[in-house]
């Protein structure tokens, strides 16, 4: 049976969702979900128990589910679509945050406060955008349309996640391999870290799609050496060894190489500018893009950042083992070239292993449910242009994509031009424009009731 799909210019956004959307946010700030990567942080429970309250109040009957850890819930409901033969759609997001130091902050990061920067009032506070303000939109979407009755075109489940800044393995990567019913049906998958605004111009805003992510691998290398008197003579000094191989791995400059998705996005972004952006003369092509380049200069090139050293326990101690880390991304098919240029940088003497490994995904930018999303965009911002993006670090849509889920990014938001967003991200007085959130709220309820 063919399914004519609804445009979503034609679908009036519920008035209810926009108006709570802002208070549900601030209330999840307020929950402290930081996540240490140890397993000594407060855990997603408090979260969890909000989540599932809203939820339980509007008639709705979620699930609620311990991912392998006291304290790490996952809470998950599945919404009725018209048309119940078309594959589901995943509305992902996480509960979890990186912690916060208060004393760095100019507003308490776990007091939601209101004040205005950039001439704008704004919501500050740790998970502002990373990502609490997707979850309060997508809870209060839901609230909104089963208190009217109204329903999406095909099924959506909806999942508020632990665990995912440590790399979700007591959150999405637990509950693939522990729950797979609950994907069942489910083609496409919708979580962050996508669909914000760049100004180009007065008349122009690039929302940009995340279709790609580059892959992660956290590596701890381990130099050995003889242990000794540190007033001797060492010709075999672990900690020289060590210091060596990461200075070659730091200082290192990785190929450039123009995936897919960065060609596209570069495609859209020269005829948007109609400016000529040639992908095979990078160098002028970086020039040409202005502040962009640093966004773009991430996803062109595989990396490999040290991050942290540990050797010795007495001054006059040459130790006989130093540890060292190293953060490494990697493009779409370009892993096994990155970690065969790592072990050739490291050279004998230094062995290394993962201490968190996973998969880079990327995606085509086209389809009904890109058609949505652009056509949502510009319902809500006749200036709108929807182009591809592929995000240099990860999120949950990695776990989601071995179930061959499509995944996208797309958390929508208009942002003011002077806005530095990236650097929000995990980022002191982290903090979003609440016209934003409600702009955002309006696009996604006229996406999810279309695509």
């Known amino acids: 049976m063919q399914v004519t799909l609804v445009d979503a210019t034609t679908i009036d956004p519920m008035p209810g969702a926009e108006a709570e959307v802002v208070e549900v946010m601030r209330d999840l700030i307020r929950i402290d979900t930081s996540n240490y990567g140890d397993g000594t942080g407060p855990g997603e429970a408090a979260a969890a128990d909000y989540v599932l309250a809203r939820l339980q109040e509007v008639g709705l009957s979620p699930e609620r589910i311990s ?32 912690p916060a130091q208060p004393s760095d902050w100019s507003h308490p990061p776990f007091a939601a406060e209101i004040d205005d920067d950039l ?51 007591l959150g999405s990567q637990w509950l693939v391999r522990n729950h797979p019913d609950l994907f069942e049906g489910v083609t496409e998958a919708v979580g962050e870290v996508g669909g914000f605004s760049m100004t180009i111009r007065d008349d122009l805003r690039l929302y940009l799609i995340q279709t790609a992510e580059k892959g992660m691998g956290w590596i701890r290398l381990t130099a050995t050496g003889q242990a000794g008197h540190g ?63 640093r966004f773009v200069g991430a996803t062109l090139k595989n990396t490999a950042a040290p991050t942290m050293l540990d050797a010795g326990y007495k001054v006059n101690v040459i ?18 070239e990155l970690l065969g240029t790592l072990d050739e940088l490291l050279g004998p003497g230094v062995a290394r292993e993962f201490v968190n490994r996973d998969i880079a995904l990327e995606t085509t930018f086209d389809g009904p449910s890109i058609d949505a999303m652009a056509a949502a965009l510009r319902a809500e911002d006749p200036y709108a242009r929807a182009v591809p993006y592929m995000l240099s670090g990860g999120t949950d849509g990695k776990a989601f994509s071995t179930l061959g889920i499509r995944c996208f990014g797309f958390a929508p938001l208009q942002l003011p031009p002077t806005l530095d967003f990236g650097a929000l991200f995990h980022g002191v007085d982290e903090r979003v424009p609440v016209a934003a959130v409600r702009f955002g709220t309006r696009v ?6 279309a695509c």
Not at 91 to 97: A, F, P, R, S, T
Not at 240 to 260: D, M, N, S
Not at 319 to 336: C, I, K, M, N, S
Request: hydrophobic share 40%.
């Open 444 to 449: 996604l309820d006229r996406f999810l009731r």
């Open 319 to 336: 130790p006989g083992t130093a540890q060292g880390h190293v953060d490494t991304r990697f493009l779409p098919g370009y892993e096994d």
């Open 67 to 98: 991912c392998g850890a006291p304290g790490r819930d996952a809470v998950t409901v599945r919404i009725p679509g018209r048309h119940r033969d078309r594959g589901a759609l995943l509305l992902h997001g996480h509960l979890d945050v990186v």
């Open 119 to 169: 001439g704008v009032p704004m919501v500050w506070g740790r998970g502002a955008v990373d990502m609490k303000d997707m979850d309060a939109m997508a809870l209060s979407l839901v609230r909104a349309w089963t208190r009217e009755g109204v329903a999406p075109d095909r099924d959506i489940v909806l999942m508020f996640l632990p665990d995912e800044e440590a790399g979700g393995h």
């Open 231 to 293: 007033s001797m003579l060492n010709d075999d000094n672990a900690v020289t060894t060590l210091c060596a191989a990461i200075a070659r791995v730091g200082t290192y400059e990785f190929p450039v190489h123009v995936t897919a998705t960065v060609r596209s996005f570069l495609a859209e972004l020269s005829e948007a500018l109609d400016v000529e952006l040639d992908p095979d003369d990078l160098p002028t092509t970086l020039q040409r893009l202005g502040p962009l380049a």
